[in-house]
């Protein structure tokens, strides 16, 4: 088992900058490659980004890429998404997720992730 808990949503405006963060902790966190999803009002969750076991590779969708940056740190069992230049159709819950997978592929379809956090807020005023 991994329990993952987000933070670092809140209120921003369009243009502005946040940081989220998830802390995985029960398990094996150095075995799972990481993703980052969200789910905006009324649609499907969806995939933001990925980042490998080893932090080697990583993966974005391309309604992100070039504003949005995965990092992770395996001795704090932490990954972070950086949130630049945000616009309000960023606004979603945003959930981290676990994926058992010592591979260097990025998975993108939610039903790959083995364990999800609670989700945070991301609000983006235009």
């Known amino acids: 088992q991994v329990q993952l808990v987000e933070s670092g949503g809140g209120l921003v405006q369009a243009g502005g900058s946040l940081r989220l963060s998830c802390a995985a902790s029960?398990?094996?966190?150095?075995?799972?490659?990481m993703g980052w999803f969200r789910q905006a009002p009324g649609k499907e969750r969806e995939f933001v980004g990925g980042?490998?076991?080893?932090?080697?590779?990583?993966d974005y969708a391309d309604s992100v890429k070039g504003r949005f940056t995965i990092s992770r740190d395996n001795a704090k069992n932490t990954v972070s998404l950086q949130m630049n230049s945000l616009k309000p159709e960023d606004t979603a819950v945003y959930y981290c997720?676990?994926?058992?997978?010592?591979?260097?592929?990025?998975?993108?379809?939610?039903?790959?992730?083995?364990?999800w956090g609670q989700g945070t807020q991301v609000t983006v005023s235009s």
């Open positions: 997720a676990a994926d058992i997978n010592l591979s260097d592929r990025i998975r993108t379809s939610e039903t790959s992730y083995d364990y």
């Open positions: 029960g398990g094996t966190f150095r075995s799972c490659a």
């Open positions: 980042v490998s076991w080893t932090g080697r590779t990583t």
